[in-house]
C-alpha cells in the first residue's frame, strides 16, 4: 500500500512539472560549470541586399528574478538557427538595455526610438559616463562571436533586484539591433562604414538636411536606408534573429555587485566640461604617411572618472580598420589592452578583414585600482592607409565600487 502510495506521490508531481512547464511554453534553463544559461532568439529581422535594419525591440525575453548576469552572448542566426556570415549580414551592434515599464500598460510599439514621451516607461542607464547615449548594460558589434564577456567570481551584473524596481513599475529588457545586409553590395566596406553617397541619403532619420561635410556614420545608414547594389542583384528577401546566450547564478550574498560604465573617446569633457560622447567619428586618410611608413591615426581623450573601486573587466570596440585601444590610469599605468581581432578565411567567425573579436582584459581581483576624481586617459588607433567613416572608440568596463562599502572586501 505505502509503495503505491508513494508512487502516487511522484506522478502528481511529474504533472504538476509538466503543467508547470506547459505554462511557460519556455525552455527551462539549462546548467553548466554552476552557472545558468539560456538561449533565446530576438524578433525577426527582414533584410534584403543592401538593405539596413535598425529596430528596437521591447520586452525581450531576459531571466527572471533577481540574479547576477555573469555573460551574455550573442550571434547573427538564419530561420534555420545557421550562424550568418559577417560577409552577408554585418552586425553593427547589439545593445541591450534595462527600463522600467508601469503595471499595466499597453503593449509596446516594437521598433520605436527609445527617445519618446512617454510617462509609462523609465529608461534605465549603466553607471555612465556618457550624458545621453552609451547607457546600454549589454552590447557589442561585429567583433561579438570572438569576445570574452564573462565576468569571473565573486563578481556579477546584478539585476532583477525587486528593491530597485520603483513602485507600480516591472523591471523589463529592450534589445537595440542594427544589422546590414551586404549581399550583393558594390562596396561592402563602404556599406558597414555607412558612408552617405553610397546609401544616397541627405536626410537624417528625422528628415533633416545633413552637413554637406558629413561623409558617413550612423546618420546615413538608420532602419530602412539601402546601401547600393551591383546591377542585376536580385532582391531576396531573409529572415534572421538574434540569438543570445544570456549566464547567470541566482543573487546570494556571496557575489561582488559591479558597476559597468562606458567611456567614448569622442567625448569632449576635458574641453566643454560635458560627456557629450558623439559615439562616431573619421579617420583621414593619411597623406604624410606614406613617406614617413607610419599610418596610424591615434585618437586620445581624458575623463575623470566618478567613483573609486577596482577594475574587474574592460574591453575596447573597434571598427574595422582599428589597430588596438588602450585606457590608462593617470600615473600611465595601463588598465586594458584591448586589440582587434581579424578574421583571416571565409567560415562564420573568422571572415577575412572583419573586426571579429577584441582582446579583453581581466586584471587579477583587486589589483587594479581606480580613485574617484581620477583622470582616466583612452587611446585608440585606427590605420588611416584609407579614409574611413563612423568608426568608434569605446571603452566598456566593469568596476567593483570600494570607496563606500568596505564590508565587501570583508566578506571574501
Ligand atoms: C538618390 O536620391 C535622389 C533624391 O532622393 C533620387 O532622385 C535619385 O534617383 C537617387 N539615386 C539613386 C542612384 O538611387
Ligand atoms: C597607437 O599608436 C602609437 C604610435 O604608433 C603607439 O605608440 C601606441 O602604443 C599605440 N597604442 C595602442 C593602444 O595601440
Known amino acids: 500500500m505505502s509503495l ?86 554585418y552586425l553593427h551592434h547589439w545593445i541591450a538595455s534595462r527600463y522600467y515599464e508601469r503595471v499595466g500598460s ?52 546584478e539585476v532583477g533586484n525587486p528593491l530597485e524596481v520603483p513602485s507600480g513599475y516591472e523591471e523589463k529588457w529592450m534589445l537595440n539591433i542594427h544589422t546590414i545586409d551586404t549581399r550583393g553590395v558594390v562596396d561592402a566596406l563602404g556599406c558597414t562604414e ?33 546601401c547600393k547594389v551591383k546591377n542585376g542583384i536580385e532582391s531576396v528577401e531573409r529572415h534572421l534573429y538574434l540569438k543570445y546566450t544570456v549566464k547567470w547564478v541566482d543573487w546570494s550574498d556571496s557575489i561582488v555587485p559591479v558597476k559597468i560604465f562606458m567611456l567614448d573617446v569622442t567625448d569632449t569633457w576635458q574641453n566643454t566640461g560635458i560627456h557629450d560622447c558623439l559615439v562616431e567619428y573619421d579617420v583621414e ?64 567567425g573568422n571572415e577575412a578583414g572583419y573586426v571579429v573579436g577584441m582582446s579583453t582584459c581581466y586584471p587579477k581581483p583587486g589589483s587594479m585600482k581606480i580613485v574617484e576624481g581620477e583622470t582616466l586617459t583612452m587611446e585608440f588607433n585606427y590605420s588611416s592607409e584609407k579614409s574611413h567613416t563612423g568608426v568608434m572608440g569605446h571603452f566598456y568596463i566593469l568596476v567593483f565600487e570600494s570607496s563606500m562599502d568596505s564590508n565587501y572586501l570583508v566578506s571574501w
Not at 555573469?70 to 550568418?84: Q, R, T
Not at 586620445?300 to 590608462?328: C, E
Open 106 to 157: 499597453e503593449d509596446r510599439n516594437y521598433n520605436a526610438n527609445p527617445g519618446f514621451d512617454q510617462s509609462d516607461i523609465i529608461m534605465d542607464r549603466n553607471a555612465g559616463i556618457c550624458d545621453h547615449v552609451l547607457d546600454q548594460f549589454f552590447g557589442l558589434g561585429a567583433e561579438t562571436r570572438k569576445t570574452s564577456t564573462h565576468i569571473p567570481d565573486p563578481y556579477g551584473i
Open 4 to 89: 503505491i502510495g508513494s508512487q502516487g506521490v511522484v506522478f502528481l508531481l511529474v504533472i504538476a512539472l509538466l503543467a508547470t512547464c506547459g505554462q511557460n511554453s519556455k525552455a527551462r534553463p539549462t546548467f553548466e560549470n554552476g552557472l545558468k544559461s539560456m538561449v533565446y532568439l530576438s524578433s525577426k529581422i527582414t533584410l534584403h541586399p543592401g538593405s539596413v535594419s535598425n529596430k528596437y525591440y521591447y520586452d525581450i525575453e531576459f531571466p527572471k528574478g533577481h540574479i547576477a548576469v555573469k555573460s551574455f552572448n550573442a550571434e547573427v542566426v538564419d530561420e534555420a538557427g545557421n550562424p550568418v556570415s559577417l560577409q552577408q549580414t
Open 194 to 226: 555607412c558612408r552617405c553617397d553610397l546609401y544616397n541619403v541627405t536626410n537624417d532619420k528625422y528628415g533633416q538636411p545633413l552637413d554637406p561635410n558629413y561623409g558617413g556614420g550612423l546618420s546615413c545608414c538608420y532602419d530602412g536606408t539601402q
Open 285 to 348: 586618410q593619411s597623406t604624410t604617411g606614406i613617406s614617413a611608413n607610419d599610418h596610424t591615426s591615434t585618437r586620445i581623450s581624458s575623463v575623470k572618472f566618478p567613483i573609486s573601486g577596482d577594475v574587474v573587466y574592460a574591453v575596447g570596440h573597434q571598427h574595422r580598420g582599428g589597430l588596438g585601444s588602450a585606457l590608462y590610469r593617470k600615473d600611465g599605468r595601463e588598465i586594458c589592452l584591448s586589440k582587434p581581432i581579424y578574421g583571416i578565411g571565409n567560415e562564420v
